[in-house]
C-alpha cells in the first residue's frame, strides 16, 4: 500500500494497522463510522459527569484518572487516522467531534437560560489533548 504525504480521497488507505480496513469500500464505510463514533465518544467523555459530589476523594480521583486516561487514549487514535491523510477519515473525525460537541457540549439542550454566572464561563470546553 502506497503511503500518503498529502491528503487525498479514496478507499484504498490503511487506518492505524497494516491491512485495515482492507481493499473493500464496505470495509472503508466501517472504519469511516468508527472514526465517527470514537470521535463523540471523545466528546461525551469530555462533557459528561459521572462523579457524585458524595463520592470519597481517593475514589473520584481513581474515577477521574480512569475517564482521562480513556478520553486522551481514545482521541490519539482518532488522531493517528487522521494521520493516514485521507479525506474521507478526516470529515468524519470532524463530524464526529462536531456532532458530538453540539450534542453533549452545547446549550442547545439544555432548558435553562444564561444566567449571569454563566457569563464568567467561556463558551468551549479547554481543549486538552
Known amino acids: 500500500m ?9 478507499d484504498a488507505t490503511e487506518i492505524l494497522f497494516p491491512g485495515w480496513p482492507g481493499p473493500s469500500f464496505s470495509s472503508y464505510i466501517l472504519a469511516l463510522m468508527l472514526v465517527f463514533v470514537l470521535s463523540v465518544a471523545v466528546e461525551w467523555l469530555s462533557h459528561t459527569k459521572f462523579i457524585r459530589s458524595s463520592t470519597d476523594n481517593i ?8 475517564m482521562y486516561a480513556t478520553r486522551v487514549g481514545m482521541a490519539y487514535l482518532v488522531m493517528l487516522a487522521v494521520m493516514s491523510f485521507n479525506l474521507g477519515i ?11 460537541f453540539f450534542i453533549f457540549g452545547s446549550r442547545a439542550f439544555v432548558n435553562s437560560k444564561i444566567s449571569p454566572s454563566d457569563e464568567d464561563q467561556a463558551d468551549l470546553p479547554p481543549l486538552n489533548c
Open 2 to 10: 502506497k503511503s500518503h504525504m498529502s491528503f487525498f480521497w479514496g
Open 59 to 66: 475514589t473520584a480521583g481513581l474515577l477521574q484518572t480512569a
Open 90 to 100: 478526516l470529515l468524519a473525525a470532524v463530524a464526529g467531534y462536531t456532532i458530538g
